[in-house]
């Protein structure tokens, strides 16, 4: 501890004090500065309400104010740096001594020993620690500038505190808008809301008054609905100017909707959901949950939110009871807010719309104008393997018809190139309905299919006739205006055909009747045989039978013994006679001997047919089995034989003199 250390500790804490004053009056300076500036931006956004661009020039010139009022009068102080033997210097100017105290803290120093006189030095020391001790370093020191500028700070601060208090929402806009957002200041009509398509695009705590723009579809209308509170307008008007060359511009009265209007919107919306709930044909996706959606959008927010949440159907029974109870109410709508509606007919042509309700309006925003997603479906039928027909995708077909246990590919192509957010169908059967969500296939997003997680079709198997629906949803939010609907029929496998013929049908028992037949089938036949049954008899005396029955016998009862039967394929292979080859014209000589027939004995002859249809779940064939009119052979002995063709021939000859008569005009009345 040396002998001047009592005078360096004053002269520090001085030199601190001196610091702090000059830091706290150079940032009073610049605070005051960046307020006034804010109050200068304020008063000219007031005035002139100052767009976004408008507004940053006149925030760069106010932050150039600040930064020259820092230069002038914050920079000065904050560069100023001060030492021990100024402050000693500073002291002996204010108690108007001689340069001892300084000299005394010089002679302290290392370096004064090489200096001269030690006892000097040493004298020198010992009067100024003595004199030091009663010194009152802070003598002549001043805090006015401080206090000044730190005043009119307190002044500035408490005034716009104040200010902000009894003017909240000037407060709340005025800093929004410094942000560069689109709220304005209080007006008596304050608008709420904006939809478009029901799409929004203004929401009054979100966007303030700086609409989103948006994208909506070509030659569609657009409808607008506002939704306002505070005072009713008297009038609203929506301005829409054309961004193209023509640069048209339109102007749409908004109408007003009275109380009924708002009621029926919510009637509509409890029926749509209640009819939804019960019909699992109506698909809720997003394009319907839009639409109910927007119609409770103004007067039932939270059940409005809830629909665009809502995936599941049953829950959309108890949102109908709910929306329907508060249609009971005393308070079904917000009386205190007004809706008005307008429909701007279809465009073509993109445009900035504004809009202006009472004293309140929007900045502009565009609405730009695009085509819809143009989707082409293809439908690929793959048909069992027995129909051995080749699948070929059939582009813009809707209504198919397929042979049962077909398999069905679905696809579709984006044909304007758009890029596809998801794509899905509505498969309708009997009455249920399911829905099935198509996997994109290529990296543009514009192909499409329904496939499975192997990728294959789940359509498959098809045994029941169904209904479909497709719906897209493209990158731009939109959806076909009308879902592709399309049916798929079950297309029947006729069943064979077959016919067998004789010439002769009384026949010898060791005779082999030739029988000529013809089978045939649209895809193929996988057996084809004869089927003979024998009908055996025996010549009975038939004395014990009663008279009157006698009376109609020839004296003799004939009685039938037991079918035989016994089948004769006509097909040798194992292999289905495919539709190349088909129909089939054949005959095939009949070995009677192999029977043994009797003279009496009668043989009905049936040509079988069983068409390919591959084979079932059990491993079995699945055709369709058919059988020809029966052909009757009459067995006898040569005689009759010889009486059955006399008899055949005086019957052809009496058609051929018939025929003849009828060409000559012989015997007819003159």
Not at 607 to 614: A, F, P, S
Request: aromatic share 4%; glycine share 6%; hydrophobic share 45%.
């Amino acid at each position: 501890m040396t002998r001047l250390s009592t005078l360096r500790t004053q002269l520090s804490s001085l030199r601190r004090a001196r610091s702090l004053v000059r830091v706290a009056t150079a940032g009073a300076a610049l605070v005051i500065a960046a307020l006034w500036a804010l109050v200068a931006v304020l008063v000219l956004d007031l005035l002139f309400e100052l767009p976004a661009p408008q507004r940053l020039v006149v925030m760069a010139i106010a932050i150039g104010a600040v930064v020259w009022a820092a230069i002038k009068f914050t920079w000065p102080l904050l560069q100023q740096h001060e030492s021990v033997e100024d402050m000693a210097l500073l002291v002996e100017r204010q108690q108007k001594i001689d340069s001892d105290l300084i000299a005394a803290l010089q002679f302290e120093s290392t370096q004064a020993g090489t200096w001269g006189s030690q006892q000097l030095e040493g004298a020198v020391i010992d009067y100024v620690a003595h004199v030091g001790n009663q010194l009152n370093v802070f003598e002549g020191f001043s805090r006015t500038q401080m206090i000044r500028r730190a005043a009119l700070l307190a002044v500035t601060g408490v005034v716009l505190i104040a200010a902000a208090i009894v003017y909240p929402h000037y407060a709340g806009a005025f800093f929004n808008r410094l942000l560069l957002g689109g709220r304005h200041y209080p007006t008596a009509t304050t608008i709420e809301r904006i939809v478009i398509n029901q799409k929004k695009v203004l929401e009054e705590n979100v966007e303030g008054c700086a609409p989103q723009s948006m994208k909506a579809a070509q030659g569609r209308p657009l409808e607008f609905a506002v939704f306002t509170r505070g005072h009713k307008p008297e009038a609203a008007a929506l301005t829409l100017t054309a961004t193209g060359v023509t640069r048209t511009r339109t102007q749409l009265d908004l109408k007003p909707a009275t109380r009924e209007e708002r009621l029926n919107r919510l009637r509509r919306a409890a029926e749509m959901m209640e009819a939804a709930a019960k019909n699992d044909e109506i698909d809720i996706s997003q394009p319907w949950r839009e639409q109910v959606a927007l119609l409770l959008a103004f007067d039932a927010d939270e059940h409005s939110a809830q629909v665009l949440k809502t995936e599941q159907r049953s829950s959309l029974a108890e949102l109908a009871s709910q929306v329907a109870a508060q249609l009971k109410s005393d308070g079904a709508i917000q009386e205190h807010k007004s809706l008005f509606l307008v429909q701007q007919p279809r465009l073509l042509e993109s445009v900035r719309y504004s809009l202006v309700a009472g004293d309140a309006w929007t900045d502009p925003a565009t609405i730009s104008m695009i085509p819809l997603p143009a989707v082409e479906p293809s439908l690929k039928i793959v048909p069992p393997a027995y129909a051995q027909q080749e699948a070929v995708p059939d582009a813009g077909q809707r209504q198919v018809a397929l042979l049962s246990g077909s398999s069905l590919e679905i696809a579709l192509d984006c044909t304007n190139g758009k890029r596809l957010q998801s794509a899905w169908i509505n498969l309708r059967q009997r009455e249920t309905t399911e829905r099935l969500d198509l996997a994109v296939q290529d990296r543009h997003g514009t192909k499409w299919a329904l496939v499975d997680l192997q990728g294959h079709t789940p359509l498959k198997n098809i045994r029941e006739e169904f209904r479909y629906e497709l719906q897209v949803i493209d990158e731009d939010g939109l959806s076909l205006e009308m879902p592709i609907r399309g049916s798929v029929r079950i297309k029947p496998d006729r069943p064979p055909t077959a016919a067998a013929d004789v010439v002769h049908k009384v026949v010898l028992p060791t005779a082999e009747p030739v029988v000529h037949y013809r089978a045939a089938d649209d895809y193929g036949i996988a057996s084809l045989k004869l089927i003979a049954e024998v009908e055996r008899r025996t010549d009975d005396n038939v004395a014990a039978a009663a008279p009157e029955e006698s009376a109609q016998t020839t004296g003799t009862a004939e009685a039938t013994t037991a079918v035989e039967k016994k089948e004769f394929p006509l097909l040798t292979t194992s292999e289905p006679l495919r539709a190349g080859k088909l129909p089939l014209d054949a005959s095939f000589a009949l070995p009677l001997s192999s029977l043994a027939l009797n003279k009496g004995d009668r043989v009905k002859i049936t040509l079988e047919v069983v068409d390919y249809r591959g084979d079932n779940e059990a491993g079995q064939p699945a055709g369709e089995r058919y059988q020809s009119d029966p052909l009757v052979l009459e067995i006898s002995d040569e005689s009759g034989v010889l009486a059955a063709i006399s008899e055949a021939d005086q019957r052809s000859e009496q058609r051929l003199t018939d025929i003849i008569k009828r060409q000559l005009g012989i015997g007819e009345s003159p």
